[in-house]
Structure formats: C-alpha cells, structure tokens
C-alpha cells in the first residue's frame, strides 16, 4: 500500500516567491494534517481536515500560510510571499477517524528560502 | 491547552543497555490519546504505539515497552537490551479525541537517543 506522498521533497527558493507543497493522503483515510518541524520550535500543527473541511487552523502562522484541500486525495499548502524563517520540514500525515487514531507520516518536504 | 514534556534531551547508552525515555503530559480531558513516534537520521516519522487514556495497560512489543500511568500524568517508554539500530529522535504526542474525529497532534520537544556500540 502506498503511503502519504508528498512533493517535492525538497524545495529552494528565493525570498517573496510563492511555494506550494502537496500531499496526497492515504486511500481511505478521512483525516489529513499538515505539520512543520524546525529546530527552535520542534514540531507543530499548522492545521488539519476532516472529511474535507478545515477544522483548526489556528497552527498557521500568518496569513502567508494558506491550505486546501479539494477533494478526499489531494491537499495543497501554499506560502505566499515565502521569508527565510519559513525554511523547515513540512510533515503530511492522514489517519482514519475517528476508528483509529494513529496519524501516518509522508516523508516531508524539507523547503529553504535564501 | 494541551503541553508534551519530554525533559530529557539526550541520552547516550552502550549497546545492550536498558534506556527509559520519559514523557509527561497535561490536559484538561478525559478522553485523549498518547503516541510515540520514532525519527531515524533519515528524517521520516514512524508510528510507534498509540494508547488512550482509558487502557492503563502496560504493553510489550519486542524489546519495547511503555508504561502508561494516568496519577503521574506519564506514558514512559523502555527499550530493553538497546541496539545501534535504535538511535534516533523519540517524540511523545497528545491528541486529543473531538467527538466527531481526529485531533492534531502535540508533541513533545523530543529524546535524541545516541546507543554506542
């Protein structure tokens, strides 16, 4: 079975530009969540969906952060305008809920802004 | 608000040895999980056992164990006779259940375990 797929794994770009991270979550499951780790602040929720719907964003920094997620297999988190203390890795993980709780990583996408 | 401590930053064993992470929580719920997820230098987030705050159970898997004590507020984990395939980040987490599905995950600030051969 094919995990949490996230792209790309590994991102640079220049300060002010647009990122978009993607993550396609596992077949099935209901719950997708987005995290970022970075070594002053560990790791964070930055927001989640259930079935679709945003449940709690109150993670997201700032209105530079922005997440969607269209339909049951696709999510997208977009920084615009990016600023080097964005630089992190940025963690999907899906879970099916509310049966089971354990929530399962993609592989990150680790993003630097010079 | 829910809060992860993880008090112990690092911890260095030779191969063999028993180690104990520990891990304290805080919430104001009743219902709630806790987890332990594994970093290898790798980077990924492996799912290590989650537990609700209803089973007190202790649970064994190989040479993991966990010790789940609600008067404490701890869910400490164990590994017995270490390997050096063991080294990595430990993260414990807190979610907590919402009625109608998943919470986010808070983690700790995480246990970087060193097992030297």
């Known amino acids: 079975d094919a995990g949490v797929i996230q792209s790309p794994r590994h991102e640079v770009t220049e300060m002010g530009q647009e990122v978009t991270l993607r993550c396609k979550p596992i077949s099935g499951h209901n719950s997708l969540f987005w995290y970022r780790q970075t070594m002053m602040r560990g790791l964070e929720l930055l927001i989640y969906f259930n079935n679709n719907v945003p449940i709690d964003d109150s993670g997201m920094p700032e209105d530079r952060f922005s997440a969607k997620m269209p339909n049951a297999s696709f999510s997208t988190l977009k920084i615009q305008p990016s600023e080097p203390r964005d630089s992190a890795v940025y963690f999907c993980a899906s879970s099916l809920a509310p049966r089971d709780n354990e929530q399962f990583f993609g592989p990150g996408t680790r993003l630097t802004v010079l | 608000a829910q809060k992860v401590t993880q008090a112990q930053t690092e911890i260095s064993v030779v191969e063999k040895e028993d180690v104990t992470l520990d891990c304290v929580y805080e919430?104001?719920?009743?219902?709630?999980?806790l987890f332990w997820y594994k970093q290898p230098p790798s980077g990924e987030l492996v799912f290590l056992i989650r537990r609700n705050s209803f089973d007190e159970q202790n649970e064994i898997s190989g040479r993991y164990s966990w010790n789940f004590q609600k008067s404490t507020s701890s869910f400490n984990f164990t590994i017995t006779a270490s390997q050096v395939v063991d080294s990595a980040v430990y993260f414990c987490a807190l979610s907590i259940y919402s009625g109608g599905g998943a919470d986010g995950l808070t983690f700790g600030k995480g246990t970087h375990l060193i097992i030297q051969p």
């Open positions: 919430t104001r719920d009743t219902t709630y999980y």
